[in-house]
């Protein structure tokens, strides 16, 4: 019998130990503190793309109207806000149309853009409206303007 009690008293010794020894360590910790940084690259806006094509019959003095319809395309990786479009007579760089004697862009009106100002996602598009007539200059002859290709010039922002 001795010889299980001491058994006995062994294991519970140990067993004592040994949750002492854990349960010490249950307790015990480190304290730290620190810090980090990171940065990343917005991208950039990308300009947007514009397309039209015009109905209406030809042009001449006080004559018919035609009418643009335009459409502004957001080619950028995420969503860009559309807020004006500008529609001119005007050469494809934007300055002054003088490829045509005795035709310029004084001969001609251009109506006001009419299109949703939004926010256009990524490859989304946005279509518009805007009218061009030819007007009467009185005392001014436009004979010049007979046949003449008139570049219509569109400004998105």
Do not use: H
Request: aromatic residues 6%; charged residues 10%; positive net charge.
């Amino acid at each position: 019998m001795s010889k299980v009690a001491g058994r006995k008293k062994r294991i519970i010794v140990t067993t004592a130990a040994l949750l002492a020894v854990g349960g010490g360590a249950a307790f015990a910790y480190w304290t730290a503190t620190g810090t980090g940084n990171t940065t990343t690259t917005a991208g950039a806006s990308s300009n947007f793309t514009i397309t039209s094509s015009v109905t209406g019959g030809a042009l001449s003095p006080n004559g018919p109207t035609q009418t643009f319809t335009f459409v502004v395309t957001n080619p950028g990786t995420g969503v860009q806000k559309l807020s004006a479009v500008a529609a001119t007579v005007a050469a494809t760089d934007g300055t002054a149309w003088t490829a045509v004697a005795n035709c310029s862009a004084a001969d001609f009106t251009v109506g006001t853009p009419t299109f949703t100002a939004t926010e256009i996602p990524a490859n989304g598009t946005v279509t518009g409206t805007v009218t061009l007539q030819m007007i009467d200059r009185p005392g001014v002859n436009q004979d010049g303007c007979k046949g003449a290709t008139v570049p219509l010039r569109f400004a998105a922002s």
